[in-house]
């Protein structure tokens, strides 16, 4: 049976803003190009939380690295790719998530049944977008540590 250390607890919880992310985006997009309500509030949750979830996901990987620097398989310079590129997901995600929110406070407004205003709702659909493309590296860049190990090719006799 396998006991969770930090980096088993990283794999369950990095997925949540990535999934969210590019379900956000997608919904995003379809609210920009439908201009409806239900789709932009929608995105926006999905968006918002995302970004919430960034941060408890780089303190995870951190704990994860500590586990995982030891391993016979894994190259120092994997893990020192996968969490810059993970940093740089971040705080993308941090600023997509804030401006997402905003949008969203906008929308729960009483009185308010319109949808963002072109500007923001642009704002939105850009930085989901980059934070599809961020955390897509990151995703890769943190697979690449096992599973395209170069070590894992001739493993030590």
Not at 39 to 47: D, G, I
Not at 123 to 150: D, H
């Amino acid at each position: 049976m396998h006991t969770m250390d930090a980096a088993y607890l990283h794999l369950l919880v990095n997925h949540v803003p990535i999934i969210l992310t590019v379900i956000g985006a997608m919904a995003a997009v379809l609210a920009i190009a439908t201009r409806r309500r239900a789709v932009w509030l929608y995105a926006l949750v999905s968006l918002t939380i995302a970004g919430v979830s960034a941060y408890p996901v780089m303190l995870t990987g951190h704990a994860a690295e500590d586990v995982m620097k030891d391993k016979w398989y894994v190259t120092r310079d994997s893990i020192e790719e996968h969490e810059e590129a993970g940093e740089t997901a971040m705080w993308v995600l941090i600023a997509m998530g804030a401006v997402s929110g905003y949008a969203w406070w906008r929308l729960l407004r009483p009185g308010e049944t319109g949808v963002p205003p072109v500007w923001l709702g642009a704002l939105v659909v850009v930085l989901s977008l980059a934070g599809v493309g961020t955390t897509t590296i990151a995703a890769y860049r943190g697979g690449n540590i096992v599973y395209y190990s170069p070590k894992l090719a001739s493993p030590p006799r």
